[in-house]
Nanobody, 124 residues
Framework: QLQLVESGGGLVQPGGSLRLSCAASGFTLDSYAIAWFRQVPGKEREGVSCISSSGGITNYVDSVKGRFTISRDNAKNTVYLQMNSLKPEDTAVYYC?????????????????WGQGTQVTVSS
């Protein structure tokens, strides 16, 4: 069974850091572009960042530029999202998703596999 599993979420104070991981089982990630999305209850899921299969191309939405870093370790079949200088408005459930090709966009239809999400809460 093909699965993506997110981990690393939790409660952190404003200004703090977290590193999310997205691990694959049942398939290898090295041929897939990966994106991170997030969703707050009552709002649409929004794209945060994406990375090409090789890791050579990355993209960030304006609200996280300079604070978040996406990376991947294909040997470990894992993609990461390092989140620094966290703000309360970063609070959301974070999802990773895999696409067979890198488009640099965040349209749901472009992504073939999704994880179940991990909760990130930024609060004092």
């Amino acid at each position: 069974q093909l699965q993506l599993v997110e981990s690393g979420g939790g409660l952190v104070q404003p200004g703090g850091s977290l590193r999310l991981s997205c691990a694959a089982s049942g398939f290898t990630l090295d041929s897939y572009a990966i994106a991170w999305f997030r969703q707050v209850p009552g709002k649409e899921r929004e794209g945060v960042s994406c990375i090409s299969s090789s890791g050579g191309i990355t993209n960030y939405v304006d609200s996280v530029k300079g604070r978040f870093t996406i990376s991947r370790d294909n040997a470990k079949n894992t993609v990461y999202l390092q989140m620094n200088s966290l703000k309360p408005e970063d609070t959301a459930v974070y999802y990773c998703a895999a696409s067979e090709s890198y488009k640099g966009t965040y349209y749901y239809i472009d992504y073939d596999y999704w994880g179940q999400g991990t909760q990130v809460t930024v609060s004092s």
